[in-house]
């Protein structure tokens, strides 16, 4: 979507650290989420982090937030073949904690 | 807690039938929502309810499409008259209303209008 944008792909050796980047427009976003879809399956829910933070760890995630710059990263340490997937930002929009707005998705290859 | 479930998990229907698809979402979750995804896009938002109230709906939603929530549990999404452009997965998610309200998905539904 025009208002979130991510790179759309990425590619890191197994056991290499992964930065996927998603930059948006709206500066009143209230969360920021990061979400997982694996090939034919649901999007499952990674981590989230509320915009007065800017950091957030959740065992091998990652996610920072410049609020200023109006950039997202999640950074996946020692990447696993497990991880191949594609990693879509999404945020709130307008303050409105109901409606998320979504990146088109970032596909990771990892190759062993 | 068993997720958020979807039926059927494939629709294979010609232009100008109906078609209905269901979502029972988490037990204890009071918001229900509905997503269209199609090949290389992210999900596109349609509709949310609060209990069985329909709060918003998006200028994606034609009149062909309606959605219900009878008694705040599940919901249908109905499309009448499909068309060809009407292929995509519909996906379905709920949350709790509260802080970060996360949003939880089922597996979705593909619909593919021959």
């Known amino acids: 979507g025009e208002d979130v944008e991510q790179s759309l792909f990425l590619s890191v050796r197994e056991g290499d650290s992964s930065v996927i980047n998603c930059t948006y427009t709206d500066s009143s976003s209230t969360y920021l989420y990061w979400y997982k879809q694996e090939p034919g399956a649901g999007l499952q829910l990674l981590t989230y982090i509320f915009s007065n933070m800017d950091m957030k760890q959740d065992q091998r995630l990652t996610v920072l937030l410049n609020k200023k710059d109006k950039h997202l990263s999640l950074r996946i340490a020692d990447t696993q073949t497990g991880d191949s997937a594609i990693y879509f930002c999404a945020l709130t929009k307008d303050g409105n904690n109901r409606k998320l707005i979504w990146g088109l998705g970032t596909s990771l290859a990892v190759n062993p | 807690d068993t997720g958020v479930s979807q039926n059927p998990r494939h629709k294979i229907t010609k232009r100008g039938q109906n078609v209905t698809f269901r979502c029972d979402p988490i037990s204890e979750h009071n918001r229900l929502y509905w997503y269209r995804q199609t090949l290389g896009q992210g999900p596109e938002f349609l509709t949310y309810?609060?209990?069985?109230?329909?709060?918003?709906k998006s200028r994606l939603l034609s009149d062909r499409f309606s959605a219900e929530r009878p008694k705040g549990s599940f919901s249908t999404l109905e499309i009448q008259r499909t068309e060809q452009g009407d292929s995509a997965m519909y996906l379905c998610?709920?949350?709790?209303?509260?802080?970060?309200?996360?949003?939880?998905f089922g597996p979705g539904t593909r619909l593919l209008v021959l």
């Open positions: 309810f609060q209990n069985e109230a329909q709060l918003e």
């Open positions: 998610a709920s949350s709790r209303a509260g802080t970060a309200e996360s949003q939880y």
